[in-house]
């Protein structure tokens, strides 16, 4: 599988494998996102999470992925560093907006800086076009956030700092997305990158909440074995999704694809949540994904 990521690099073959990963990165992360937002405290739900994620991985880790070269380790901490200071915002943001407002603006923050990040870490650059694009897919995520605070009845008291909660985490989430391809492109074999980072970052979250475990009743440890057994897969697939189609083709087109998560984090909020879907709604969806397709064929080739 390492030879075959290495074969596609920089190929057209590779800028569709890179499409389609992104793609499916944001269908999962819309999907993680709801996982973490669930009836149950957030930091809760992202420690169970974690701490299965880590365990899964370890053996990997450990015996099977060729082991990170010497160089890789300081890009490992600083890696652990950033999606820490992630998860703290992202779990307050979810303990105090409703997840269809302030998911959108934090998917809404993360492309822009992204993409002004790839372009200073790796030269990219995007087309006027491209920009355009950019331009078109925000304004549908911010009119998305601004059309679900109209509606919102619950935590209305607590809006304000969630929004400015979830703009600082889609601050970290371009910060991690560029950082992370860096570290991904660094060693040989990606797969040793995806290994090591799920093990290492297991381990944080699970400590950090030890106090609020304490309050889970007993009748809630399955359920929450459950999502986090569930959550651990789902972010394997997302996350390694958005990593190998960085390493594959351009880091700022792949952020810019992964926030079309907003359009299907709105349909979980329909199909799942029961949440109504109107007019307005599709429209503004439909405006995010024509961001997405516009940034896609507006690109030099």
């Known amino acids: 599988m390492s030879d075959l990521i290495a074969s596609l690099e920089g190929t057209p073959a590779g800028h569709h494998a890179a499409l389609a990963l992104a793609l499916m990165a944001a269908f999962l992360h819309a999907l993680f996102g709801a996982l973490q937002k669930g009836r149950h405290d957030p930091w809760i739900s992202r420690a169970a999470i974690d701490a299965s994620y880590g365990l899964i991985a370890a053996p990997f880790a450990l015996f099977v992925v060729p082991w990170p070269e010497p160089h890789m380790w300081p890009i490992f901490a600083t890696v652990v560093v950033i999606h820490i200071g992630y998860k703290f915002a992202q779990a307050m943001t979810y303990a105090r907006g409703a997840y269809t407002v302030v998911y959108p603006v934090v998917r809404g923050t993360a492309p822009l800086f992204a993409v002004i990040g790839a372009g200073l870490l790796f030269g990219e650059h995007f087309t006027l076009g491209q920009w355009a694009g950019v331009g078109v897919l925000l304004a549908g995520i911010y009119g998305l956030a601004l059309y679900n605070l109209r509606h919102v009845t619950t935590g209305r008291e607590t809006m304000v700092p969630a929004l400015a909660l979830a703009v600082l985490t889609g601050g970290f989430v371009a910060l991690y997305t560029t950082y992370d391809a860096y570290g991904i492109r660094a060693t040989a074999d990606p ?111």
């Open 191 to 301: 797969f040793t990158f995806l290994a090591w980072f799920f093990f290492l970052d297991g381990w944080f979250m699970p400590l950090a909440t030890l106090r609020r475990w304490r309050h889970v009743p007993g009748s809630e440890l399955l359920p929450l074995l459950k999502r986090g057994v569930l959550g651990a897969f789902v972010a394997y697939f997302s996350f390694g999704a958005i990593m190998l189609a960085t390493r594959l083709d351009r880091v700022g087109e792949a952020a810019v694809l992964r926030e079309t998560s907003t359009v299907f984090a709105a349909l979980i909020g329909w199909l799942v949540l029961g949440e109504k879907v109107g007019p307005r709604r599709t429209a503004l969806m439909a405006l995010i994904a024509a961001g997405a397709v516009i940034v896609e064929f507006a690109g030099n080739r």
